[in-house]
């Protein structure tokens, strides 16, 4: 593989991202001609001309200032580590050395940049442990490596720690807020845990503390009486309406959990004991303890704010007032103290949000907040899209969609072909491109430099 001499020069670098042979032969797909980002064709950008109004807008604030390295971000890869070193290599980050998740190495570009993954590293398959390796590999190599909060992640977390109720004994009240979040996994999160139990579990058979099947799913699941109970726990955190569609995704997840962990060759008490061993794991202590120790709510570089999901208006003034060290101070804090609290609060909805009518709303008030901050774009992941990276506004504020469809589960699911690959960079000057197999051109574009025309 060639290598930059200069990695700040965003439009010379593309001439020395990596062709097919360089590394692997599935790379032969990715795009090479550099084009400018059209903002007016769905797939790339927004037709309502909304893009364009909003480009204007942010000129209005001042100066943008860009990230003083490069930044390679890449999101959602859920436990596809083939198509997350896809993507490193086809960005010039790494040069794989075999189809393994450990056997890579940084390429000077890949120790120039820095790289931020935007979020949702586990679930759907096909490897989550292969993509934990790999991206512990990815920081073993001293690359400078952001983790952004996903939604699939911290519902992983939300769940194992939900099970403290089943492991110290069920408080009623205390436990009803909690009690129902670990089946609220579902289907998702069974590749996560069958391979948890073949590796950690199987080889030494399941301890003797695990109870039999009975009492194993009447630690895992809710009381009988839960929704009644959870009813009148939630009213000081949820309205109305809230409770009830939490009541019925949990009630529904009641009747089907048992028939997903049969599908995976799970019993309850493997499950149990596979719960168990992820907690040993993934919690304080644990050997893979670093994955959400490392992770972050958001990230700032210069105008540009990375998050998973996107902002309410609350967000916007914490981040505002406080400053993003402080919101992920809290983010950290809140997860352990309180995981129902956490989890259906402001943190949480900037991994979760799609701006829907049911999401915490953002508004133009917040909008301000953020241009007041300095911040004038917000690159997320979470929302995937087929045709490579997408550019809108949204209450105004200009969001860059970097979900690109990397993992083989999604792709199936939707009828995409071939593999995932891509990547968004940003470079000091500006400069933004967006690389997808899935869309001929590299798109490029430079919000400092806008002139008032797409």
């Not at 896809?86 to 790494?94: F, T």
Request: with cysteine; hydrophobic share 40%.
């Amino acid at each position: 593989m060639r290598d930059s001499t200069d990695p700040t020069d965003a439009l010379a670098a593309c001439a020395f991202l990596p062709t097919a042979g360089d590394d692997l032969p599935d790379l032969a797909g990715l795009p090479r001609d550099v084009m400018p980002w059209s903002f007016d064709e769905d797939h790339s950008g927004c037709s309502d001309g909304s893009v364009t109004a909003s480009l204007g807008r942010t000129s209005e604030q001042g100066s943008w200032h860009f990230p003083e390295k490069p930044v390679i971000f890449l999101s959602d890869p859920h436990a596809d580590a083939d198509g997350f070193l896809r993507s490193l290599v086809a960005a010039g980050a790494i040069r794989r050395e075999a189809e393994a998740p450990r056997r890579f190495t940084l390429t000077p570009f890949g120790a120039a940049a820095q790289i931020v993954v935007g979020g949702d590293c586990l679930e759907k398959g096909p490897s989550n442990l292969d993509m934990l390796d790999a991206l512990k590999a990815l920081i073993d190599t001293g690359a400078d490596v952001q983790l952004l909060a996903g939604n699939h992640d911290l519902r992983f977390l939300v769940g194992l720690l939900s099970l403290d109720h089943g492991l110290c004994g069920r408080d009623a009240e205390a436990s009803a807020l909690t009690e129902h979040l670990f089946i609220r996994l579902g289907r998702k999160a069974m590749p996560l845990l069958v391979e948890v139990y073949d590796r950690y579990v199987a080889p030494n058979g399941i301890p003797d503390d695990v109870p039999e099947e009975a009492a194993a799913k009447a630690l895992l699941y809710p009381a009988d009486n839960w929704a009644e109970r959870f009813d009148r726990a939630a009213k000081p955190y949820m309205k109305g309406k809230a409770r009830a569609r939490e009541i019925s995704r949990a009630e529904k997840k009641r009747r089907t959990f048992a028939e997903a962990a049969d599908e995976a060759g799970l019993t309850m008490r493997m499950m149990l004991a596979a719960a168990r061993a992820c907690r040993a794991l993934f919690l304080p202590g644990g050997e893979m303890a670093w994955f959400y120790d490392r992770m972050q709510a958001v990230t700032r570089m210069g105008s540009i704010l990375f998050v998973h999901a996107g902002l309410d208006d609350a967000a916007c003034r914490m981040l505002a007032l406080d400053g993003p060290d402080a919101v992920n101070a809290a983010f950290k804090e809140e997860a352990r103290r309180d995981p129902f609290v956490f989890y259906f609060g402001v943190l949480v909805n900037m991994m979760r949000t799609k701006y829907r009518p049911s999401d915490r709303t953002l508004t133009e008030a917040g909008v301000e907040d953020l241009w007041g901050a300095g911040i004038k774009m917000i690159v997320q992941g979470h929302v995937n899209n087929h045709r490579g990276q997408r550019l809108l506004a949204k209450s105004g504020m200009l969001h860059l969609e970097g979900d690109v469809s990397l993992d083989s589960a999604t792709r199936k699911l939707e009828g995409l072909k071939g593999h995932g690959v891509g990547a968004t960079l940003i470079y000091p000057s500006g400069d933004v491109l967006g690389l997808c197999s899935d869309y001929p051109t590299i798109k490029h574009f430079n919000p400092a430099r806008y002139e008032g025309r797409a």
